[in-house]
Structures are given as C-alpha cells and as structure tokens.
C-alpha cells in the first residue's frame, strides 16, 4: 500500500506519495536526488545514513518514510544552506578527518547532533556517542578531534 506523506526536508516543504515500506535513506537517494546520505549497511549497523528528524539523529535506513508526517527532516545537503560550509564541515577539512569520504556525510550529521545534545565535553564523551559512526578508512583520531574543535 501507498500513503502521502508531508514534511519539510532542508527547510522545504515536500510531500509525495510513497510505499508503506520506502525507507527515508531510500526516499532521499532514490526520488530526492539527495544522494549525501549514503548508504552502507542498510541495517543500521554503519551510521552511514545518519541524518536529523526533528533536531535528532536517526538512521536512514531504519527510517519508515510514512512515519515523516509533520516532521523536519535535515540532511548534509541542508546543512550548509545559509552560505558557507558548517563550522563542523569547516572543522573536519581543517583536522584532516576524511579520507575516502563516504561515512563522511553521516559522521557529520552525528556530530553535529553530539554538539548539540551536549556530548562533546571531552574525547572520550565524543567517542562514545560516535561509536556507531563507522569509518573503514580509520579517520577516528581525527574525527573526534574536528568535533572537539567545533564544540568550542
Ligand atoms: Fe543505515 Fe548503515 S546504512 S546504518
Ligand atoms: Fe573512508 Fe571514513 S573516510 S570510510
């Protein structure tokens, strides 16, 4: 079965008629052309497709997209909207805490959300709540020291 469903994604409002079973890491790639969030597990085991519904981090994938009525959705695309890169994005460039790239995006939605919920009063706090934010490349050390320098 299908459903409408209305939110706003990166401050617009969308609605669209999508499968009870569409999942919003799918929805966004597959229909919104917002491929930032990447898809690495597809079962919540990665932190690949972290994005932010309604100020909190979810995953993606595990995300039914007819459960988004009313909600704000914000992706890495709807970060840096209001010009310029964000001070986490500047942060990660700065601390050199990339490598290939593809967690990226959903490490820094996850971070972001870290600084926010005031989680990022020391390494090892950091550490913790990025714990599920996986990076094949290894950019750990790095990592956390980007979203110590943004938290600041
Ligand atoms: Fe969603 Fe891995 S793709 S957690
Ligand atoms: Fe390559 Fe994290 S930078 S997986």
Same mark, same amino acid.
């Given at each position: 079965t299908t459903g409408r469903v209305t939110f706003t994604l990166n401050g617009r409002r969308t609605s669209l008629v999508v499968d009870n079973r569409t999942s919003l890491l799918d929805l966004l790639r597959e229909r919104l052309d917002l491929t930032g969030t990447k898809k690495g597990c597809d079962a919540g085991a990665c932190g690949a497709c972290t994005v932010h519904v309604d100020g909190r981090r979810v995953n993606a994938c595990l995300t039914l997209a007819v459960r988004l009525e009313g909600a704000e959705v914000t992706t890495i695309e709807g970060l840096a909207r209001h010009g310029g890169l964000h001070p986490l994005q500047r942060a990660f460039v700065e601390q050199d805490a990339l490598q290939c790239g593809f967690c990226t995006p959903g490490q820094i939605m996850s971070g972001v959300a870290c600084i926010h919920e005031g989680h990022a009063r020391s390494p090892d706090e *950091?550490?913790?709540?990025?714990? =599920? /934010? *996986? +990076?094949? +490349? =290894? +950019?750990? !050390? /790095? *990592? !956390?020291?980007? *979203? =110590?320098q943004a938290a600041r």
């Open positions: *950091i550490r913790e709540w990025m714990s =599920g /934010n *996986i +990076c094949r +490349c =290894g +950019c750990y !050390v /790095n *990592i !956390v020291r980007a *979203i =110590g």
